[in-house]
Structure formats: C-alpha cells, structure tokens
C-alpha cells in the first residue's frame, strides 16, 4: 500500500467562462467553512428555516415546500421527476437540446409512458404547440428545460403553467442553468415543480439542488408516501398511491424531513446548505432585479463583443439566455486548440458542445460572480489576441 | 416580497459527540474554501484521479473502480443497490438494526425480490447463519451494514464475501459509521460495493459517498448501461441487461465518467470532492492503523467511563464499535432533559435513538476528528455534572 496521499488543494486561479461551473463568490467559499451542527440541533433546523424563506425569493414563489435536494443539480430534476412520475403514467417532454434529452431519459428509466415535443436543438416551443400537445397526449406530466445550456436557448414560460393545469397536468421546469441569473417566475408562470442548481447563475459550487413544490403537486407526492419501517411513526402515515420509487428521491419523506415534524431521512449536506443559504443570501442584497439586468448587460455584451470579431453568434436573440451564449467556431482555426490555448496562456475558461452542436460552437458563459462587464471584456481580449496568433501563425 | 435575508452563518462552537455528523477536521474546511475548476480541466481530472487512488487505501482494495458519489451517504447506499439489483432480483439482506431496515426499504422500492435474515436489534449474524440463508435463499445480492449507529453493533465480515461467491451472489456492505474509524477491509473480505460517508469516522461534513467496486460487480453494472441518448458516443455502448431504474445513480455512466473516458454526467460536486480528498489525505498521514487504534482507545476509554458513572453501556462488547457507545439513560432521569442540558450548559451534543430504543438509550460517539481522549473525558465530566444536577434538583 502506497503513502502517497498527494498535496494540499491548490487550484490555480482560473476564469471559469463556461457553462457552468463558474468562480464562486468568495463569500460563500467562507460560509462553507463553518463548522457542523448535529442535524436536528435548533440552530441547524433554523438555518433550514432560514434557507426555505431565502429560495421561496429566489424562486418567487409563495410555495411552502422550498428546500434544498443533496446532490447536484440532476439529482434535483430527479427527485422531481422520480415522485411526479408513477410507473405507466403518461408524460410529456419538450425536447430541443441536451437537458431536454436528458428529462425523457430519466422518465424511461421511470417506466413512463413518454410522449415528446422534438425541435431542432435551439428552437423553443410556441403556447400553441404546447397546448396541441397537451390536448393531444393528455399527460399526467408535462416537464420542460427552461434554459438549455446545450444551445444556449431559453424556452419562454408564460402562460404553461395555466395551459398544464388547463388539460390536467402537474407540470415541472429544470431552472438549472437560468436560477439566479434571469427571473424564474415559479408562481407567476403557475408551475408546480422548479429545480435549480448553485453552480451556474447562483455563484456557488455544484453539489446542491433548490426545489420549489406547490402545494398541489405536494398533495399528490404526499398520496405516494411511504415511510421506512425502522422509523415508522404515528404522525406520519404511507399514502394510497403506488409509492416513490427511491428512497433518496422520495420528495414526500424529504418534505417531511424539512417540516415541522423532522422525519429523520438522510443527513442534511450541511457545508452544502451553509453554501446555498450564502448564494441566496449574496442575490438577496443585491436584488433579483439588479441582478437579472447585471447578467443582461453581461450577455448582451459578450454577444456584442463577439459579433464585433466577425465571430458568427448561434441561435435567436429573442430567445437567448442572457447568461451563455453559442458562437459558431470560425472555419479556419482548431477550436479545441483555442480553447487549450485561452486556459493555457490566458487561464480563462471556455466551454465545448455536446451532440449535434459539438465542433461547431463554443459556449460562453457570464454567470453569477463572472457576470461582470469586466470578465467580460478579459474573455473577449484574449480570444482576440489566440484568433490573431492561430491564424497568423505566431 | 420581504428584503429578509438574515445574517451570516454562524453556528455555535459544539462538541458533536453524537453518532454524526461530528466536528469537521479543520483542514477539511479549509480545503472546501478553494475555487471552482471546470469539470474537465486537467488540474480537476488529476484531483478526481488522487481521490480514487486516496480511497483505495481507504477502503483497503486495489479495486480500480474507486471514487466518490455526489450526495450523502444514502445516496452511495442506494447507487449501489440500484445499480446491482435488477427488478425482481432476489437478494438477502441482514437487518438487526434501523439501517439494515434501510436497505430493505430501498430494496423495497427497487422491486427486488427479498429475503431477509432478521435479528434483534443489536445482534449479529455468525457465518454459520449467513451460509445457511445464502443456501436457502440462493439470492443475486447480499447486503449488510457494517456498523449500524442504532445499535453501536459492528458485524463481522471475515469470511462473508468467499460466502457469498460460493453461492452465487454479489455482497453490498455498507459502512458508512466505520470507515475511517475501524477497519474496511474491503479486499480481505471479498466483498463487492461497499458505500461510505464523510461525516462519521472520516471526520468530513455529510454530502459525498466514498464507493469502492469490485472488477465482478463493475462488469455486472457495465451489462446494465444505458448512455443518455444528448450524449451517444461510438465508444460507449449499451450493456444487454435490463438497464439501471435511475439516472443519477446509474453507476456504469458514473464510471464512464470517472475514467479516461469522461462521459459527461453530472457536474461533480467540487467542493465536497476538495473535503473528501482531505479527508482521506488527513487520515493516510496518520495512517491507517495508528487510526483505528486512536478510535478504539477513545471508545474504550467512553465505556469505561460510563461504567465509571454507574451506567449500563448497551450491547456487548465483544462486537461494540469503537466509535459510537450506547449506554442506557437511568431510569431516575429524564433522557431528553439531560441532552438538552448537555447541549445549553456545556455545548456538547450526545444523541438519542431509533424504533425500539428511542428515549431507552443515549448514543454518544467519538468519531474522527473528535476521537480524542480529552473530548471523551470532557463529555463524561459534563455528563457526570449533568446527571447530578438532575437527581438532587440544584
């Protein structure tokens, strides 16, 4: 057996411009190294409080049940889908990039009778065909991304929450990539499930997951209820429906775990939660309002700035997240190469595709703490100078 | 819309000495405060690659697949079951405690078919019984907890992994409340997935599963893949077994993605990957063994000591772990009462119990960074004031 047990973590200063994740704000880096609190100490349940009321902000909702999932921003969509989703029930998906994808692939492993809304990746979904759809398939669930980081493609949602519960539908949007960054209007929109992430516009580090419920889809995950034998207790009773599939993901016993009652479940990521409660906190001062127009500015400008190289930017600019934005990479340079060189020379970060859109863009993000005017112009500085010297050969 | 967004964190300074979490190393903490990377920096893949090499001393294996599950200990344990249990899938499973119970539950939803050898709380299972239920039975998968923190019982495990090849079956242990503090002997034992935690006996905070898989189990999991169809790629192909019933969980796509071949999956939670990585790293310096020896002087020294007091320490101690105690509250005290007191006039938390035993016994422990001499006395003198106070009313 080896004694090599490496040195300490000593990460180089690096601009994260990507996707996601990006820089951390410093002060949630020193909230998370607070120390523990045992998981139903008073002052640990508090901060729990504390935490719900900051993301029902975030989330601009009334909702009670908004709390934090312990995993990334996919386990979030998971949890979500996992207790909305009984085995054999229809639902139907919006699909025009990655992440949307990505919801059809975790309902099939649900057993879900799955129907599609397929765009080309990029497109977004009109009132119209959504409601065609939903008249047509009739779904117990409808679930949509709201920004896609894949093609840099926000789907309007105004009016779908009305529309889902119109035709009968518990409905579900993935947030992950626009929480934080541009308005997630959960109560205004009428959705019952929204999910987020820390590590793109909420300034923190992957690892947790907000989640906002309506008391309607609440009732129905309560109806699904099933409570672990070896802590069985009078209070808390199984529902009639067919029960969650997960134990981790059972959104009924995590509400409960977040209740008054203190279901013991699993034990709360606590370092995750000093951090989300910091990320809301950070936003909260600022204002959702300042902050939406700071990661506007920052996305208008990156767009600007590289339409200003004779760069070619992907996608609509009526639909374009104000946070990442696609840019074609230019026919006569490596774009990997350049990519290697911006992180080699420069140390800033810019990210690569998946899927149809790989080779062909880059994604440039300007999110949370990187949603600044100056990081901006550093990122398009320097993409200058390694397009000057790839294709001048210096 | 209230502008409440409370202070800064800012919990109590607590000596956790209950069954975890427990204080936090604080090199752990100090590691979490580093910056993000991107997820497939080099500098990122070389931590990932670190951190598999640090847990395979950890866990005591060589096995290759090594790494980290991004959520708290319950999400490795159910990674692992859903991963190795197919739908209608036999397994055996030993429940002498709540957490043994667990893995029922969450065999439970799973769909597995379920056979159980059962036990009072508190009671272990001898080879002669495992064999003969893994004869009777003949299941797919046998599972176990280590040390169950609702009973402060460890199972023996020498010998039970040869057991469970010799009849068939693929072995799960979960040792989330020993790892760290006594021995995982993960190869000598011959099991297949055993599952951790940071926040007991690796003196981390709760949020990351530490999983280590034998070459047999990975390739079982491997014929159970299912790539999301955003991210196809022609060297990764679909196994030809029923496909893993959860995403997120999908412990093949997690390997792929851990290994050489990246396949995107999750964004790894950065800064629980920096604490498990210090984590492990705190606990190689000290080494293994000098380790597991300070762990056992501190629970000898906890139930000598309570004995000391006049009470009785729960279970026998032939197959006690070392690091968490049960010891019966008296019966001319209330239980509840004490705790609280421990924690207001002295800031230190001991716990209480589960099913059977709740308000019958106290479950104090001494775990990782708190497995000191000095903690263990200062919570006995604490407890020894306590509990006078009570009896004669001052």
């Not at 009639?240 to 981790?248: A, G, H």
């Not at 800033?348 to 300007?366: C, D, N, Y």
Request: glycine share 10%.
């Amino acid at each position: 057996m080896s004694d090599n047990f490496f040195g300490e973590i000593n990460p180089p200063q690096r601009l994260l411009m990507g996707p996601g994740p990006v820089n951390v704000h410093p002060r949630v880096l020193r909230a998370m190294s607070a120390d523990m609190l045992g998981q139903f100490d008073p002052e640990m349940t508090e901060y729990m409080n504390q935490t719900m009321a900051l993301y029902r902000q975030v989330f601009m909702t009334k909702n009670r049940w908004t709390f934090l999932i312990d995993g990334t921003a996919r386990a979030g969509i998971e949890a979500a889908l996992t207790s909305l989703i009984e085995p054999g029930a229809r639902v139907l998906i919006v699909r025009a990039g990655r992440f949307g994808m990505l919801l059809s692939e975790i309902a099939e492993r649900l057993g879900a009778d799955i129907r599609t809304l397929d765009l080309e990746w990029g497109q977004v979904a009109t009132l119209e065909q959504i409601e065609a759809a939903l008249a047509e398939h009739k779904p117990a669930v409808f679930a949509t991304i709201h920004g896609d980081t894949s093609t840099t493609t926000a789907q309007p949602l105004d009016g779908v929450g009305a529309l889902c519960h119109q035709y009968g539908a518990l409905s579900y949007v993935d947030a992950t990539a626009t929480l934080g960054g541009m308005p997630v209007k959960t109560d205004e929109w009428g959705i019952d499930i929204v999910t987020g992430g820390l590590q793109k516009c909420m300034g923190g580090p992957p690892g947790s997951a907000p989640i906002t419920i309506s008391d309607r889809a609440a009732e129905f995950i309560f109806s699904r209820r099933k409570v672990e034998s070896g802590i069985k207790r009078d209070d808390i009773s199984d529902g009639t429906r067919p029960f969650i599939r997960s134990n981790y993901f059972d959104l009924a016993m995590i509400m409960d775990y977040w209740s008054e009652k203190r279901l013991n479940h699993h034990t709360e990521a606590t370092s995750m939660l000093y951090a989300a409660r910091e990320c809301a906190r950070v936003m909260l001062e600022e204002g959702l309002q300042a902050r939406f127009a700071r990661h506007a500015a920052a996305g208008a400008a990156m767009t600007a700035g590289l339409r200003a190289l004779g760069l070619t930017v992907y996608g609509q600019d009526a639909y374009r997240m104000s946070n990442v934005t696609g840019v074609y990479v230019p026919q006569d340079v490596d774009g990997e190469r350049v990519r290697h060189r911006m992180r080699e020379e420069y140390q800033i970060e810019i990210g690569t595709a998946f899927g149809p859109l790989a080779g062909k863009i880059w994604r440039i993000g300007a999110m949370g703490y990187n949603a600044e005017l100056n990081k901006v112009r550093i990122t398009l500085a320097a993409l200058k100078e390694v397009l000057a010297s790839e294709r001048n050969g210096f």
